[in-house]
C-alpha cells in the first residue's frame, strides 16, 4: 500500500499552498475616458485558513491599450452580498448584510462615489438580505439616471412568534413553527423574493414586484431603456417548488413591469427563460432558454427580441438553437454576463464545448454564433471564462488544470481575441495534464492531471467522475484536484456519455442508464489510463460527489476488485428511498428512464418506478464492496439528502466493510464552507493514501 511518505504536515502544507489562491468571481470594463483609458475592476476573493473564512476584495486597473497599472479600491467586502457600478464607473453601490450572534441581523444598502465613502442606508424593515451573484434570483443594477438602484432581495416579514411568547403590537400569534416553501437546495433563505427600487438620494423604497404573486416568484431584474419599466424573469410553481439551482428546465417566463407593477410575458411559455441583457442601445433584448422538464441540464437557445419595435406584435426570434452533435459549438451557459455587447449588433460569452469553456461571438444581426481564436496565451487547452464584454474590450479569467486562474484582458479583431495578461499566469511547478478522446457514439472525454515525476507506473490513480449527471469538467483550475497531484496522486476527471457539452445526443443518451452506462465509461477510462502505463494497476481509488458518488459507489460494487478505497461526497445510494424527500423528485424519474407527471407527484411509487429506480442505485451491488469508504455529509442537503449517505455506511459497517462518515452539520449539498473543504481535503489524502 501507499503512503507512508504523505505527512499531515506535507498534506496541509500542499492545501495551503492552493487554498491562498487568489480566485476571481466578477468584473467590469468601464468606458473609455477622454485620453482613451478605460478602468477595469476584478472582486477577488483569497481563503483564510487561520480564521476559516474567506477575505474578498476589489482590485481595479487602468488600461492604456497596452498595458495596466493596477491599484486597489477603497472598499471593504465584508458582509457585501451584492454590488454594482454605474456605468461610468464614478459609483458604486455595495449590499451589506451585517449579522449579531452569529445571526442575521440588518441590511444596508453603501454608496460610494469616486472611492470615497458617501453614505449608508439602512434597508432592515423595508426587506431582507438582498441576493449574491451565485443566487439564482439575484440582479443589481443602476438605472442610466444614476440615482436609482434595481436589485432583488428577499421581502421582510415580520417577526414570526408562537402563541406563548410575549404578544406584540400587530404581529399575529402561531406561526413561529409553520414551515416555509423555499426553492431548495442553495437557495433555502429563499422564501419570498421581491424586486427593490431604491432612490438612493431620496432614500426611498419601492416594489413594483413585491412577493409571490399567482405562484411567480420574481428574480433576475434589468432596467428597461428609458428606467420606467424593468424586465424580470417569473419562476412559476404549483403546489410544490422543486429545487431550482442548476435546474435549467424550471418554468420560468420572462416579463417586462411597469414600475407599477403591471406585467407583460415575453417568451414562448413552452421555453424556461433566464438572463435577460439589452443591448447598448437598449433596441435589443437577448436571453437564455432551455425547454421544460426532461434533464436539469442540456444545450440552451439564445433569443432575441426587438425592444425597440414594442409595442407591435413583436415575437421572439432564435438566434442560436440547442446543438445535436457533439462536433459543434453551442450555448451550454448557466447565465450571461449582465454585460457582454461588443457593440450594438454582437455579444461575447463563455460557453462550455467538450471538456473546455470558450468564449464565442454572436451575430445578432445574421444569426451566427462562432468560436473566438486566441493569440497570447496557450489557446490550445484550458479555460476562458468571460466577466465582461464592451466596446472597449473583454475582460475574462484564463486557466487550466495546473495553472491557476488569471484575469486577462482581450482586444477583438473580427473573431479573434489578442490577450494581455492583467495578473500572473504562472502553472504550479511539476504539474502536467493532457486530455484523453473516446470513441462513441456520442464521444467522451477524460483529462488526466499528475506529477511529472516519480515514475508514473508506481503512482496510485483516482478515478474522479463529475456530479449532475448533465454537467461537464473544464480543462479549469480546480485547487483540491491541483493539490491531489501534488501529493503524489494522478487524478483522472471523466466526462462520461451523457456530459454536457458533447450535444443533445450526448445528454439524452444516460437517462435510462444509469448505473450502466456511466459506469462503463468511468471503468473504461481508468482501463485507458492504466494500459498506458501511467498509474499503478494495484493502487486504484474512486472519489465523487452526487452523481459522482452514485458512480463512485457503483464502481465499488460492480468492480470490487479494481477499486481499492472510494470517498463520497453526499452520494446517491438509494434512488426509490431519495425519490420522497429531495427537492429534484424529478431527477429520480428522468435518469431512470420514466416519466416525470401528475401520477408520479401524487402516488406512492410504481413497482414499475420502484424497479428502473433500484436497478440504477448502487445499493443493488452492496453485497460485492469491499473497498473502505469515506463518506462527507452535509446536514442541510435538499439534493441528495444525508440519509442516503449514512444508509450506505450502515450497511458496508454491518457487512464488515470499513467505513466513517465526516458530518458537516451546518453545510449542504456543495460541502462549500471553508471549514468543511480544509477539513475534508486533509481526510480524504489521508485516506487514500493509507489505503491505496
Not at 433555502?188 to 399567482?214: M, Q, R, Y
Not at 482501463?527 to 501511467?534: E, P, T, W, Y
Not at 428502473?612 to 453485497?623: L, N, R
Amino acid at each position: 500500500m501507499a503512503g507512508s511518505s504523505l505527512t499531515l504536515e506535507a498534506i496541509k502544507a500542499s492545501y495551503e499552498r492552493v487554498a491562498r489562491l487568489p480566485t476571481i468571481s466578477a468584473g467590469g470594463i468601464f468606458a473609455a475616458d477622454a485620453f482613451g483609458f478605460s478602468r477595469v475592476y476584478a472582486v477577488t476573493a483569497q481563503k483564510d485558513t487561520v480564521r476559516m473564512g474567506v477575505k474578498k476584495g476589489l482590485r481595479q486597473f487602468l488600461w492604456t491599450g497596452t498595458q495596466a497599472l493596477s491599484f486597489p479600491l477603497p472598499a471593504d467586502l465584508e458582509g457585501v452580498t451584492n454590488m454594482a457600478f454605474t456605468a461610468n464607473g464614478t459609483k458604486l453601490a455595495l449590499a451589506r448584510a451585517t449579522t449579531k450572534d452569529g445571526r442575521p441581523a440588518d441590511t444596508f444598502i453603501e454608496i460610494w462615489e469616486s472611492g470615497s465613502f458617501v453614505k449608508s442606508i439602512k434597508a432592515t424593515g423595508k426587506h431582507g438580505t438582498v441576493y449574491d451573484p451565485e443566487n439564482t434570483f439575484a440582479g443589481m443594477s443602476w438605472a442610466a439616471d444614476t440615482r436609482r438602484l434595481l436589485y432583488a432581495a428577499e421581502k421582510h416579514e415580520p417577526e414570526a412568534i408562537g402563541f406563548f411568547d410575549p404578544a406584540k403590537p400587530d404581529i399575529t400569534a402561531g406561526l413561529k413553527y409553520v414551515r416555509r416553501d423555499t426553492w431548495g437546495e442553495a437557495l433555502a433563505s429563499v422564501v419570498t423574493p421581491t424586486i427593490v427600487v431604491l432612490d438612493t438620494e431620496a432614500e426611498e423604497f419601492k416594489f413594483p414586484l413585491s412577493g409571490n404573486t399567482e405562484n411567480v416568484s420574481w428574480g433576475q431584474p434589468v432596467w428597461a431603456p428609458g428606467g420606467n419599466e424593468i424586465v424580470c424573469v417569473g419562476f412559476s410553481y404549483d403546489a410544490r417548488r422543486l429545487g431550482l439551482k442548476f435546474c435549467l428546465n424550471r418554468p420560468s417566463s420572462l416579463y417586462s413591469a411597469t414600475l407599477d407593477g403591471v406585467t407583460t410575458r415575453l417568451n414562448d411559455v413552452a421555453y424556461a427563460a433566464r438572463s435577460p441583457v439589452f443591448s447598448p442601445s437598449g433596441n435589443t433584448l437577448v436571453w437564455l432558454e432551455n425547454v421544460i422538464g426532461g434533464p436539469h441540464a442540456a444545450s440552451s437557445r439564445l433569443v432575441k427580441y426587438a425592444w425597440s419595435q414594442r409595442p407591435s406584435d413583436v415575437k421572439p426570434d432564435v438566434i442560436a438553437g440547442v446543438v445535436a452533435d457533439d462536433a459543434t459549438v453551442g450555448v451550454c451557459t448557466l447565465r450571461l454576463p449582465s454585460t457582454c455587447f461588443v457593440h450594438e449588433s454582437a455579444l461575447v460569452f463563455t460557453t462550455y464545448f467538450r471538456s473546455t469553456r470558450v468564449p464565442v461571438h454572436v451575430d445578432i444581426t445574421t444569426n451566427t454564433l462562432s468560436p473566438l481564436a486566441h493569440t497570447g496565451f496557450d489557446s490550445k487547452t484550458g479555460a476562458c471564462d468571460v466577466l465582461a464584454a464592451s466596446p472597449n474590450g473583454i475582460l475574462a479569467t484564463i486557466s487550466n488544470p495546473v495553472t491557476p486562474a488569471a484575469l486577462f484582458i482581450g482586444k477583438l479583431e473580427g473573431l479573434a481575441v489578442s490577450w494581455t495578461g492583467l495578473t500572473s499566469h504562472t502553472p504550479l511547478p511539476g504539474l502536467s495534464y493532457q486530455l484523453l478522446r473516446f470513441d462513441g457514439p456520442p464521444e467522451w472525454e477524460a483529462i488526466v492531471v499528475a506529477k511529472d515525476s516519480p515514475a508514473p507506473a508506481s503512482r496510485p490513480l483516482l478515478a474522479v467522475p463529475h456530479g449532475g449527471p448533465h454537467s461537464a469538467f473544464a480543462q479549469d483550475f480546480l485547487a483540491s484536484h491541483a493539490a491531489l497531484a501534488e501529493l503524489g496522486f494522478v487524478v483522472l476527471l471523466i466526462n462520461y456519455r451523457g456530459s454536457l457539452a458533447f450535444g443533445q445526443a450526448s445528454i439524452d443518451s444516460l437517462p435510462g442508464k444509469v448505473g450502466v452506462l456511466d459506469v462503463a465509461d468511468v471503468d473504461a477510462a481508468v482501463s485507458h489510463v492504466l494500459d498506458a502505463k501511467l498509474a499503478d494497476p494495484a493502487r486504484v481509488g474512486v472519489y465523487g460527489g452526487s452523481h459522482g458518488g452514485l458512480l463512485g459507489a457503483h464502481m465499488t460494487g460492480q468492480h470490487p476488485q479494481r477499486y481499492k478505497a472510494a470517498v463520497l461526497r453526499n452520494p446517491v445510494i438509494d434512488i426509490p428511498s431519495m425519490a420522497a424527500i429531495t427537492d429534484i423528485p424529478d431527477w429520480c424519474f428522468v435518469e431512470c428512464g420514466l416519466a416525470y407527471d401528475n401520477a408520479a407527484r401524487v402516488q406512492p411509487l410504481s413497482s414499475t418506478a420502484f424497479a428502473a429506480m433500484q436497478k440504477a442505485s448502487p445499493v443493488e451491488h452492496v453485497a460485492q464492496v469491499q473497498a473502505p469508504t469515506l463518506l462527507l455529509l452535509g446536514g442541510q442537503d435538499q439534493r441528495v439528502p444525508p440519509s442516503q449517505g449514512l444508509q450506505w455506511h450502515n450497511m458496508l459497517r454491518a457487512k464488515g466493510v470499513e467505513a466513517r462518515v465526516l458530518w458537516f452539520p451546518d453545510d449542504g449539498h456543495a460541502l462549500a464552507s471553508l471549514a468543511c473543504d480544509a477539513e475534508s481535503f486533509i481526510h480524504i489524502a489521508q485516506w487514500f493514501s493509507t489505503r491505496i
